[in-house]
């Protein structure tokens, strides 16, 4: 079966870093569009960022932009999320998400993807 584990989450003080992982088993990882969504408490899930099969294509929401890079390594099935000058509004559970999409390789939406990971706590303190 398809499983995506995220790993990489924590508390960390606003201005530092981190780096998410998320491992992919179980399906044709170089064939899906990789993305990163997150949930802060009492809000809804919303879209991060998204790369595509390749590596070739990213695309960030506004609020990241500048500050967060995804990147993927097809060989060992992993996308990552480096996050930088992290701030107290970054503060969620971050998801990543497959989705193997159709004539365009940007999906956005949630009900995009495919297949979800059980999210990583991420909680940057002021």
């Known amino acids: 079966q398809v499983q995506l584990v995220e790993s990489g989450g924590g508390l960390v003080q606003a201005g530092g870093s981190l780096r998410l992982s998320c491992a992919a088993s179980?399906?044709?990882?170089?064939?899906?569009?990789m993305g990163w969504f997150r949930q802060a408490p009492g809000k809804e899930r919303e879209f991060v960022t998204a790369i595509s099969r390749s590596g070739a294509n990213t695309y960030y929401t506004d609020s990241v932009k500048g500050r967060f890079t995804i990147f993927r390594d097809n060989a060992k099935n992993t996308v990552y999320l480096q996050m930088n000058s992290l701030k107290p509004e970054d503060t969620a559970v971050y998801y990543c998400a497959a989705g193997y999409g159709g004539s365009s390789w940007l999906l956005s939406r949630s009900d995009e993807y495919d297949y979800w990971g059980q999210g990583t706590q991420v909680t940057v303190s002021s």
């Open positions: 179980g399906l044709t990882f170089s064939s899906y569009t």
